[in-house]
Nanobody, 120 residues
Framework: VQLQASGGGLVQAGGSLRLSCAAS????????MGWFRQAPGKEREFVAV????????VYADSVKDRFTISRDNAKNTVYLQMNNLKPEDTAVYYC??????????????WGQGTQVTVSS
């Protein structure tokens, strides 16, 4: 499956952005979909994951209650709604897909990343 992330940009602290990740192919619903991020000089870190059906979600503590992950299997798309953004959320955000729901960055499929920059 091929993944294409979009929706990044520059926003002031306290603002919101919604990231989208569109998947090609007919097997999107087979995959748990996750979002990860990587800031300059740091390792890639887990942000959120949603199960194949969308019924289960897991969040990193740093984004809980601010970010919401969701998916639309009819549109082959996963979303990350980010509210109350903070400068420390600045990073390149990647979507990823795997048949196993995990918070580890050991996903089979990765998108190309979209830059999110939060100014203070």
């Amino acid at each position: 499956v091929q993944l294409q992330a979009s929706g990044g940009g520059l926003v002031q602290a306290g603002g919101s952005l919604r990231l989208s990740c569109a998947a090609s192919g007919r097997t999107f619903s087979r995959y748990a979909m996750g979002w990860f991020r990587q800031a300059p000089g740091k390792e890639r870190e887990f942000v959120a994951v949603v199960s194949q059906s969308g019924s289960r979600t897991v969040y990193a503590d740093s984004v809980k209650d601010r970010f919401t992950i969701s998916r639309d299997n009819a549109k082959n798309t996963v979303y990350l709604q980010m509210n109350n953004l903070k400068p420390e959320d600045t990073a390149v955000y990647y979507c990823a897909g795997d048949e196993v729901l995990t918070t580890s960055p050991k996903y089979d499929y990765w998108g190309q990343g979209t830059q999110v920059t939060v100014s203070s």
